[in-house]
């Protein structure tokens, strides 16, 4: 490894004994484990975070992951289901759960917290492949708890974001360890590493490609003489070659036998095996997954098309309402990364004194380069750029305080003992706003308690094979829940199946009706015959009509005929779900044929009033005259067309009173008096079965049976 020759970047290389290398690994592992567990303190606090006696998890996604190992313990799960029993988080959450004298639901609460915390380990290796020690502690230190780091894989984030960031700072560390050292055995690590990263997680292929593309120029720009760097790459591209994990493992483990033992008599064999697996590796779509990344969050569209009838549908793209996907400002970027927009600029300056002095560290910029990403494809890329970043910070750290310490002391030890002082300082200062960040990031369970006893209910009442109608935002929580099946989740939710749910969800009770059956049957039907295309396209098809407006329109009209009943549908209906009714009619207010947007409905749920007689005032000269009905806001009037008030009595039943307005109002106050919250409502919006079946308890006896009320969740059951 060459160095670029310069005091002023330089530092003291320093390597501590194993055993102090092993107390400052423990020391960095344990306050990252120890700052995780001041969520469960937190949550520990509120009695409606809690389920089976232990604190829920965080994310939604985490239900995915733990239904599969549930089904794992349980030896069966039903066809179709989409329960992830070969994922490997599922697989190792199942074993964990065999072998550990735990409850599932503790297991799956800590273990984002114990298997994340293993970043602080290949961060410190790094610094001591480098002899940089204390380097290596600092950025420790600092990136197993950084913002955007913790706030995915924190205690209850259960994910697989629990070793993403982990494996490939593995793989990065395997390949720092064999450009130093140049022996073969890191070649083979780094290979292995890459193999476990991509095995973990089906979408590692890119960084991974990435990282070979930055060994291939780094050895061009640096050391192009060197055969050892091509063996490194060969190691690497036969990695990558998408034959399966089993397949790579033999055949890296083949090279390595083949090297290993030949040694150089096998040097000429280089050159032709590399160009054999670059060819392979091309030929066999290594670059799609790339390409696929880059299309989803840089180049991504609004509208997604599909072939329907005559022409194709048009059908808003999810990942337009998904704030993780969007473009995000750059204190908020620098926020996530290193906790503050001046520590970021730090660590960037400490990164590129790092790299300029230790050139091998340019091998880190695949990470930082899709931490960047996130500038463009959204804040879920900040948590690649952490470890680097912070490698620079740890750096940065060290070179300041061992110069300072060499003006304030010219005896050595003593000067040693100076810049590790301050060393400690820095750390204290950087590692604040990121404590700071933890001890206000207070995020709440996925479900509350009372939500869960419903799902538990549900459980008891509905088959494995029934589905349950929601929005996907919930869709894994029912799933581990309530053991059934649901028509979307968090997987599950391109723009033409999210359409059916939410025309379901915001139509009038029996064009909701209608479509559930018709969802419900189509997606069983799909999954039985492996037809393509979309659920939508092929009712049209079936109901011989190619324009999609009046297969809508037909749902609404008598004398429709459904397909045979083959499963039991039940609609959940959380109360939850009224934050978030506009984004869930977006997906059905959209004309299928152009992609324009339709009109949207009046709804509008308003939490912070005050009563005085009979004015609700909503803000400065923005009020409603109960009396009159009249909603005025500025210069500008409405009116009512009716008034419902609702409330639960004292043995929860809802109990509601009406009154109507005489004139040409248009608009309908819901005044939700047990949730402190009133709602404004156009005639659509007011006859959506959401607003029909959860808020007022209008259930058509004909297409309706309620199964569950509460105030928190509804459950009603769909007769035909």
Do not use: C
Request: zero cysteines; charged letters at 20%.
């Amino acid at each position: 490894m060459k160095k670029f020759e310069s005091e002023f970047l330089s530092v003291e290389e320093e390597r501590f004994s194993t055993g102090t290398f092993l107390l400052l690994l423990l020391i960095a592992y344990g306050f990252a484990l120890g700052i995780r567990y001041l969520w469960i303190q937190w949550a520990g606090s509120h009695p409606e975070f809690f389920w089976n006696g232990q604190v829920m998890i965080n994310t939604n996604d985490g239900y995915y992951w733990a239904e599969g190992a549930r089904d794992i313990l349980a030896g069966h799960h039903q066809p179709h289901d989409l329960s992830p029993v070969g994922a490997p988080i599922a697989m190792l959450t199942a074993w964990l759960a065999r072998v550990l004298p735990f409850s599932f639901e503790t297991i799956i609460l800590w273990m984002p917290a114990v298997f994340g915390s293993l970043l602080v380990v290949p961060v410190m290796l790094i610094g001591r492949a480098l002899r940089l020690d204390g380097v290596g502690f600092v950025a420790a230190m600092l990136a197993g708890i950084a913002w955007s780091y913790y706030n995915r894989t924190m205690a209850g984030y259960y994910d697989t974001d629990m070793l993403t960031i982990v494996l490939p700072t593995f793989v990065l560390y395997g390949t720092v360890k064999a450009v130093v050292t140049q022996r073969n055995r890191y070649m083979l690590l780094t290979a292995l590493l890459m193999i476990l990263y991509h095995w973990w997680y089906g979408a590692a292929q890119p960084l991974n490609t990435a990282f070979a593309a930055v060994v291939l120029i780094y050895t061009l720009v640096f050391d192009r003489k060197n055969s050892y760097l091509y063996k490194l790459l060969l190691f690497m591209l036969a990695a990558l070659l998408p034959l399966g994990w089993m397949i790579d493992t033999a055949l890296v483990v083949a090279l390595y036998l083949l090297f290993h033992f030949g040694r150089t008599k096998t040097d000429v064999l280089i050159l032709p095996l590399l160009l054999i697996a670059a060819a392979a590796f091309v030929l066999m779509g290594g670059i799609d997954p790339i390409w696929y990344q880059l299309k989803g969050y840089l180049f991504r569209e609004s509208l997604a098309s599909t072939g329907g009838g005559a022409a194709d549908l048009h059908f808003y793209a999810v990942n337009k309402t998904v704030r993780e996907a969007g473009k995000i400002p750059f204190e908020l970027f620098a926020d996530r990364i290193s906790g503050d927009p001046v520590i970021f600029v730090l660590s960037l300056i400490g990164y590129l004194l790092f790299a300029l002095r230790y050139p091998v560290m340019w091998l880190a910029l695949p990470m930082i380069g899709l931490g960047f990403l996130a500038m463009k494809g959204g804040l879920r890329f900040t948590v690649y750029a952490v470890p680097p970043m912070a490698l620079g910070m740890g750096y940065l750290t060290v070179w300041f305080s061992q110069r300072l310490a060499g003006v304030l002391a010219g005896e050595r030890g003593r000067g040693r003992r100076i810049a590790w002082l301050l060393s400690l300082l820095v750390l204290a200062a950087i590692l604040y706003p990121n404590v700071r960040h933890v001890l206000v990031y207070k995020v709440p369970t996925v479900f509350t308690k009372p939500e869960v006893e419903v799902l538990d209910r549900l459980k008891k009442i509905a088959g494995r094979e029934d589905y349950v109608l929601a929005w996907w935002d919930y869709g894994y929580p029912i799933r581990y829940y309530s053991d059934v099946k649901t028509l979307i989740d968090g997987g599950k939710h391109t723009g033409d199946v999210n359409f059916p749910v939410s025309f379901a969800l915001t139509r009038p009770q029996l064009a909701s009706a209608r479509m559930a059956r018709l969802d419900t049957e189509y997606t069983e039907r799909a999954f039985a015959t492996g037809a393509s295309g979309t659920y939508l396209s092929m009712m049209m098809k079936d109901y011989n009509l190619s324009d999609p407006e009046e297969f809508l329109v037909s749902l609404e009209q008598p004398g429709l005929k459904l397909p045979p009943k083959s499963r039991e549908v039940y609609y959940y209906l959380p109360f939850r779900m009224m934050g978030i009714y506009p984004t869930v009619e977006l997906f059905s207010t959209i004309d299928l044929r152009t992609g324009n947007p339709s009109k949207r409905s009046t709804f509008y749920q308003i939490s912070r009033f005050a009563r005085k007689g009979n004015l609700i005032i909503l803000g400065q000269d923005a009020y409603i005259d109960l009396s009159t009905g009249v909603v005025t806001v500025g210069k500008d009037q409405k009116r009512l067309k009716r008034l419902i008030v609702t409330r639960y009595d004292a043995k929860g039943r809802l109990q509601k009173s009406a009154r109507s307005y005489e004139g040409d109002g248009t608009l309908y106050l819901v005044d939700m008096q047990s949730y402190h919250r009133i709602l404004l409502l156009d005639e659509r919006a007011y006859r959506s079965t959401y607003v029909q079946l959860f808020v007022l308890e209008n259930n058509d006896p004909d297409l309706f049976e309620p199964v569950i009320l509460t105030p928190m969740a509804k459950v009603y059951r769909l007769k035909k």
